[in-house]
């Protein structure tokens, strides 16, 4: 079976840089003199994972799709049944 390679890209949220992985996880840089902190988000209870990037919880599905596709038109959703 071969290895999938996770490809990343990088985005601004909240004037942040915020790294999203395509398994799923995400890199946040606090600041400056802090480390990056990668994670897959907290879930809660409807279900979502979320990621705070500075101060604003963010839905980690759409964080990342925002980064491989750009940002949804108005009435489009995020599809992300495969996890």
Avoid: W
Wanted: charged share 25%; glycine share 10%.
């Amino acid at each position: 079976m071969e290895k999938e390679t996770i490809q990343s890209k990088t985005m601004q949220v909240n004037g942040v840089p915020v790294t999203c992985h395509s398994d799923g996880s995400i890199t946040c840089y606090p600041s400056p003199s802090n480390k990056p902190v990668r994670s897959l988000g907290t879930i809660y209870n409807n279900g979502y994972r979320y990621r705070r990037v500075k101060g604003k919880q963010h839905r980690v599905h759409r964080l990342i799709a925002s980064a491989f596709h750009g940002k949804p038109k108005n009435g489009e959703d995020v599809d992300h049944i495969n996890g």
